[in-house]
């Protein structure tokens, strides 16, 4: 530094003195001597120091980009994409892909199917369009103009997914514009209905016209719908959702493979607000009552008598887990709420840095249900109420295959219908005849299930035995053996790249063979899913089977692994693996043989799950080995 002269004040201000003089010329030769500036920092309590010992990072800097609390540097490559641009922005990217008929990268493949699009090469070098159908609901004119969608734009068919939903096939990149805004104009839609986000709402296919219904869940399925629809951030989750609204009736929504199910339930009248003689609420009284706890401030509350629903969480049968009871009761008009704060607490707080542990249950196992719990009553401006399930009434089972024939809903003199669908599989002039018959014999009403078939409702005692012969002659039916009835595949290999086995086609040829071998008097279902994500959920089946790749005479063939004992609802259990790697040119043969030995050895009217569930491992092997 060079010689330091120390210049008056500006004009107006005060002379230095002497001693200021000398104390000044002092520091700055210090500082001079060092080459050094002071220096500044903050410490842990945000305060400035001098002291280099004491000090810390500039507060001021700009903090590390983030994602949820998760640094950028460890998200997957699919939350970077999502960081970078929302994938609900992504119009103009399929409108570019349309405009040259050209296929998606691996980024864009991804953004894609915020839109229901879905590259599936390379089992096929096209796109598949989902649909979104909350509550299965459609009317008449929407079926055949997915019937018009898929003739114009796919390969001539739909099939009906384990979530309610419709999917077509083969439609060609130039196409996607096309089919979305046909697809609007039906008064439908896609957005969302893949990957990282809340998935079709599904519902009681029998909601509105179930005898045994305690509530219509319809409009609770629509009303998560559209609030999905209209909040973006109820996209941004870290993995795929699943929500049900099942509404006690007789048919059966799967809700225990959901993150959420609402279950409805009723509270009877022995559970109910106690009050003492001066008219306020008796602390002692509704403890003794065994009334519900308020997450919110854990005072006691006694429910009136009524409809409620239950909270079943962490439903994932890939992962081996059915949704279990959370302890909590919710008023039917909070359902959706508390839907919306659940979804919101897995949003902010779901891992980001690893797909596979990138679901509700893993959080939960985390975190502990009472925490999460906790994080959702913050977010609710209403008390989550904690009640004992054997204070609701117990609800009666589901009718195992309710979903196929012909039953009487509670108007007088109307009916529905249960339409076998073979694995879910409609040819557009199906899907036109189908409609057809709702039109004029019905409601033009038509419900999908989650049993891959559907059901047409408000049909008049005069036109029953109309309708059956018509769908027959379409190349349905409106009954089914206890096999057909219950077969549930998913796409297989011929349209997903992650399948190992052509799991549609093999259960049609499968069902044929143990029809004509044998005949069962119980319903059962079987299950073909085509890898270990278990779309078709192979775990809950009476019979689930995962497709995988086997040697035999050092050939590689399809083959699937077989599970026992599996169910839904009343009979809800996983299922244990009993064989492992059975060729399918073997497995008709072995079925049938486990079929047979179960009519033999069961106990009267014991159904198959029961059998099996009774039996260890080891005994099932050697009973069905012959």
């Given at each position: 530094?060079?010689?330091?002269?120390?210049?008056?004040?500006?004009?107006?201000?005060?002379?230095?003195?002497?001693?200021?003089?000398?104390y000044l010329?002092?520091?700055?030769?210090?500082?001079?001597?060092?080459?050094?500036?002071p220096?500044v920092?903050?410490?842990?309590?945000?305060?400035f120091?001098?002291?280099?010992?004491?000090g810390?990072?500039?507060?001021?800097?700009?903090?590390?980009?983030?994602?949820?609390?998760?640094?950028?540097?460890?998200?997957?490559?699919?939350?970077?994409?999502?960081?970078e641009?929302?994938?609900?922005?992504?119009?103009?990217?399929?409108?570019?892909?349309?405009?040259?008929d050209?296929?998606?990268?691996e980024?864009?493949?991804?953004?894609?199917?915020?839109f229901g699009?879905?590259?599936?090469?390379?089992?096929?070098?096209?796109?598949?369009?989902?649909?979104?159908?909350p509550?299965?609901?459609?009317?008449?004119?929407?079926?055949?103009?997915?019937?018009?969608?898929?003739d114009?734009?796919?390969?001539?068919?739909?099939?009906?997914?384990?979530?309610?939903?419709?999917?077509?096939?083969?439609?060609?990149?130039?196409?996607?514009?096309n089919?979305?805004t046909?697809?609007?104009?039906l008064g439908?839609?896609?957005?969302?209905s893949g990957?990282?986000?809340?998935?079709?709402?599904?519902?009681?296919?029998?909601?509105?016209?179930d005898p045994?219904e305690?509530?219509?869940?319809?409009?609770?399925?629509?009303?998560l719908?559209?609030?999905i629809?209209?909040?973006?951030?109820?996209y941004?989750l870290?993995?795929?959702?699943?929500?049900?609204?099942?509404?006690g009736?007789?048919?059966d929504?799967?809700?225990?493979?959901?993150?959420i199910g609402?279950?409805?339930?009723?509270?009877?009248?022995d559970?109910?607000?106690?009050?003492?003689?001066?008219g306020?609420k008796?602390?002692?009284?509704?403890?003794?009552?065994?009334?519900?706890v308020?997450?919110?401030?854990g005072g006691?509350?006694?429910?009136?008598p009524?409809?409620y629903?239950?909270?079943?969480?962490c439903?994932?049968?890939?992962?081996?887990?059915?949704?279990?009871?959370?302890g909590i009761?919710?008023?039917?008009?909070?359902?959706v709420?508390?839907?919306a704060?659940?979804?919101?607490?897995?949003?902010?707080?779901?891992?980001?840095?690893?797909?596979?542990?990138?679901r509700?249950?893993?959080?939960?196992?985390k975190?502990?249900?009472?925490?999460?719990?906790?994080e959702?009553?913050?977010?609710?401006a209403?008390?989550?109420?904690?009640?004992?399930?054997?204070?609701?009434?117990?609800r009666?089972?589901?009718?195992?295959?309710g979903?196929?024939?012909?039953?009487?809903?509670?108007?007088?003199?109307?009916?529905?219908?249960?339409?076998?669908?073979p694995v879910?599989?409609?040819t557009?002039?199906?899907?036109?005849?189908?409609a057809?018959?709702?039109?004029?014999?019905?409601?033009?009403?038509?419900?999908?299930?989650?049993?891959?078939?559907?059901?047409?409702?408000?049909?008049?005692?005069?036109f029953?035995?109309?309708?059956?012969?018509?769908?027959?002659?379409?190349?349905?039916?409106?009954e089914?053996?206890?096999i057909?009835?219950?077969?549930?595949?998913?796409?297989?290999n011929?349209?997903c790249?992650?399948a190992a086995?052509?799991?549609?086609?093999?259960?049609?040829?499968?069902?044929?063979?143990?029809?004509?071998?044998?005949h069962?008097?119980?319903?059962?279902n079987?299950?073909?899913?085509?890898?270990?994500?278990?779309?078709?959920?192979?775990?809950?089946g009476?019979?689930?089977?995962?497709?995988?790749?086997?040697?035999?005479?050092g050939?590689?063939?399809?083959?699937?692994?077989?599970?026992?004992?599996?169910?839904v609802?009343p009979?809800?259990?996983?299922?244990k693996?009993?064989?492992t790697g059975?060729?399918?040119?073997?497995?008709?043969?072995?079925?049938?043989?486990?079929?047979?030995?179960?009519?033999a050895?069961?106990q009267?009217?014991e159904?198959f799950a029961?059998?099996t569930?009774?039996?260890?491992?080891?005994?099932?092997?050697?009973?069905?080995?012959?």
């Amino acid at each position: 530094m060079s010689d330091l002269v120390l210049e008056p004040p500006a004009a107006g201000g005060a002379a230095f003195t002497a001693e200021q003089k000398e104390y000044l010329t002092g520091f700055m030769a210090g500082v001079a001597q060092r080459g050094l500036m002071p220096y500044v920092g903050a410490t842990g309590a945000g305060q400035f120091t001098a002291d280099p010992a004491q000090g810390g990072a500039n507060l001021a800097a700009p903090a590390a980009e983030t994602v949820h609390g998760f640094a950028l540097d460890d998200v997957t490559k699919e939350e970077r994409w999502k960081h970078e641009e929302n994938p609900l922005d992504g119009w103009e990217r399929i409108m570019a892909h349309a405009e040259a008929d050209k296929f998606p990268n691996e980024e864009d493949t991804f953004r894609f199917r915020y839109f229901g699009m879905f590259f599936v090469a390379p089992a096929q070098k096209s796109f598949m369009l989902r649909c979104r159908i909350p509550a299965g609901e459609l009317t008449a004119a929407q079926f055949k103009g997915l019937a018009d969608l898929a003739d114009e734009y796919g390969n001539g068919k739909a099939a009906i997914t384990t979530r309610s939903a419709v999917q077509v096939r083969e439609i060609a990149p130039r196409n996607l514009v096309n089919v979305l805004t046909k697809l609007q104009g039906l008064g439908l839609t896609a957005k969302g209905s893949g990957v990282d986000n809340v998935r079709n709402i599904t519902a009681s296919p029998t909601a509105g016209f179930d005898p045994r219904e305690l509530l219509d869940t319809r409009p609770f399925a629509h009303g998560l719908h559209h609030y999905i629809l209209n909040h973006r951030d109820l996209y941004g989750l870290p993995r795929k959702f699943n929500v049900a609204f099942e509404g006690g009736g007789a048919v059966d929504t799967v809700a225990d493979t959901n993150d959420i199910g609402f279950m409805a339930c009723q509270v009877a009248a022995d559970v109910r607000r106690l009050t003492s003689t001066s008219g306020e609420k008796d602390q002692s009284l509704l403890t003794s009552a065994s009334t519900g706890v308020s997450i919110k401030d854990g005072g006691a509350v006694a429910p009136e008598p009524g409809v409620y629903f239950r909270v079943e969480l962490c439903g994932i049968s890939g992962h081996k887990q059915l949704a279990a009871d959370c302890g909590i009761l919710v008023k039917p008009n909070e359902a959706v709420a508390v839907a919306a704060a659940m979804i919101r607490v897995f949003t902010e707080n779901g891992d980001r840095t690893n797909r596979k542990k990138a679901r509700l249950k893993y959080l939960v196992d985390k975190w502990g249900l009472e925490k999460f719990l906790a994080e959702t009553q913050r977010k609710l401006a209403f008390p989550l109420v904690r009640l004992p399930l054997e204070k609701c009434v117990k609800r009666p089972p589901s009718v195992k295959h309710g979903h196929i024939g012909v039953y009487r809903q509670k108007q007088h003199g109307k009916n529905f219908v249960g339409v076998v669908i073979p694995v879910g599989v409609m040819t557009a002039k199906q899907m036109r005849r189908v409609a057809d018959l709702a039109q004029n014999y019905g409601s033009a009403s038509i419900r999908l299930t989650p049993w891959q078939n559907l059901l047409l409702p408000d049909i008049s005692d005069a036109f029953v035995e109309t309708v059956k012969r018509q769908l027959v002659r379409i190349g349905f039916h409106h009954e089914a053996t206890n096999i057909a009835g219950g077969l549930v595949a998913c796409t297989g290999n011929t349209g997903c790249k992650w399948a190992a086995t052509d799991t549609k086609g093999q259960a049609v040829a499968l069902a044929a063979h143990l029809n004509q071998a044998l005949h069962l008097d119980h319903p059962i279902n079987i299950h073909l899913t085509g890898c270990p994500n278990s779309c078709a959920q192979h775990y809950l089946g009476d019979i689930g089977l995962q497709g995988v790749k086997v040697t035999v005479h050092g050939e590689s063939v399809e083959g699937y692994h077989v599970v026992f004992g599996g169910g839904v609802g009343p009979e809800a259990g996983i299922g244990k693996q009993v064989f492992t790697g059975i060729s399918f040119n073997e497995l008709p043969t072995l079925l049938e043989r486990v079929l047979k030995v179960y009519l033999a050895k069961r106990q009267p009217n014991e159904p198959f799950a029961a059998f099996t569930r009774r039996h260890e491992l080891k005994q099932l092997q050697e009973m069905f080995s012959g």
